[in-house]
């Protein structure tokens, strides 16, 4: 998930809201703005429906400096009765990729991806303090990730977890293997953390719900990412979810229905986006026009996710007028790509997450593969990048033990 930075919506002349990201505010570094509508008013002369006067309509909003994410992020408490009793010496978890955003479901909307993960071992062990977690190895990050659990995003969920289950008896180490590349606009972070608390919650007999391990996946997103669920909430409940509110946190499950066929062409280029650029180049003004219709597609994409439609769902997921035409441009072909899917038989297609993957839609394996061979070698021809791609269905699980003993 990615966020607006400085989002204005013009919702007349002279009238809108707006509420801007700074890096600093009376020298204190800040990590985000967070805006509170703070009034609303009409006047009293009428209105027209085809045309705003002046000042007709005005929101007035204000804006809240955040000093630091976790400033953010709710206090952990303790969501069983009593420290639970160890059920495993050891357990294995895998937690699934993600696709978010969906394209319009830009920022509250997220979907689970079979096949694709990291995994998680975790172990009691005494050479850990008790109530602590330590990481003993990272695989398949090509030495980039940190063995300090302060510092990844597995380690930070795991001690989040322990905190959820008031464990204070025991110390765990935690072994991470990456399965996903890291920057992939795959969840990659998420999965991680999904995994991690799954393990850790596993080793007790799992007595916390997938949807109550999101506040510890959450806990390692605002650290790493910002405080967001539209990849790790997928990546621990599975299918499709969709976030309502942080504030309560209010997370909706979007049942796909079982049977109808779903699958994900997911084309990885040998590229990584850089996640400064791609921010950068989100739009500060958003037209009440391009409000309105990315409204209406966001809705349709959760229509379509209801109604099992997969050919609405491509079209709806390829219709953001907001984020991805700033963000195709960075990505070489990506907008090549992109029409090459639907020429090859695609329902539709966009950017996962902030990129540099590309996701299109279908309802069977074979058209699937049809359409991953074309989006490859569109990104050769016009963006001159190698492509890996991978053809999978939903992932309706979300993160489960594999592995315990």
Do not use: W
Not at 32 to 49: D, E, I, W
Not at 51 to 77: D, G, I, M, Y
Not at 91 to 106: C, R
Not at 298 to 326: F, H, N, R
């Amino acid at each position: 998930m990615e966020r607006l930075a400085g989002a204005k919506v013009m919702l007349a002349s002279g009238a809108s809201s707006q509420c801007q990201q700074k890096s600093s505010l009376n020298g204190v570094a800040l990590d985000r703005v967070r805006c509170r509508l703070s009034s609303f008013s009409l006047s009293p002369r009428p209105v027209s429906c085809r045309h705003f006067q002046q000042n007709s309509f005005r929101l007035q909003v204000t804006c809240e400096a955040v000093k630091k994410a976790a400033v953010l992020t709710p206090p952990l408490k303790q969501l069983t009765l009593s420290e639970p009793k160890l059920a495993h010496q050891f357990v294995k978890a895998f937690a699934p990729a993600t696709v978010a955003n969906l394209g319009p479901g830009f920022d509250f909307l997220g979907c689970a991806v079979d096949g694709l993960g990291d995994y998680v071992t975790a172990e009691v062990s005494n050479a850990v303090p008790a109530g602590q977690i330590q990481i003993s190895t990272i695989t398949g990050d090509n030495g980039r990730l940190s063995l300090v659990a302060g510092n990844n995003c597995a380690g930070i969920a795991g001690k989040a977890t322990l905190e959820l289950l008031g464990v204070q008896s025991v110390g765990i180490m935690l072994n991470l293997h990456k399965g996903l590349p890291l920057g992939s606009g795959l969840g990659s972070s998420a999965a991680s953390a999904a995994a991690a608390a799954a393990a850790v919650n596993g080793l007790f007999g799992s007595p916390l719900s997938k949807a109550q391990l999101v506040q510890a996946g959450l806990e390692s997103e605002a650290t790493v990412s910002g405080y967001h669920a539209d990849n790790v909430a997928p990546s621990l409940m599975g299918g499709f979810v969709l976030v309502r509110s942080y504030d309560p946190l209010h997370l909706i499950p979007l049942s796909f229905p079982g049977g109808k066929d779903l699958y994900f062409v997911l084309v990885i280029p040998d590229f990584e986006a850089p996640t400064k650029e791609m921010r950068a180049v989100l739009p500060t003004e958003i037209s009440m026009k391009k409000h309105i219709a990315n409204c209406s597609q966001a809705s349709a994409l959760v229509t379509a996710i209801l109604q099992g439609d997969a050919s609405l769902l491509g079209a709806a997921l390829s219709s953001d007028t907001i984020v991805e035409p700033q963000r195709a441009p960075l990505i070489p072909g990506m907008n090549a790509v992109i029409a090459a899917s639907k020429q090859a038989g695609a329902y539709g297609c966009t950017i996962s997450g902030a990129g540099p993957t590309a996701v299109a839609i279908t309802d069977t394996e074979e058209k699937g593969k049809a359409v991953a061979a074309a989006m490859v070698n569109a990104f050769n021809v016009h963006g001159n990048l190698k492509a890996e791609a991978h053809v999978n269905r939903l992932d309706r699980e979300g993160a489960r033990l594999i592995e315990s003993h």
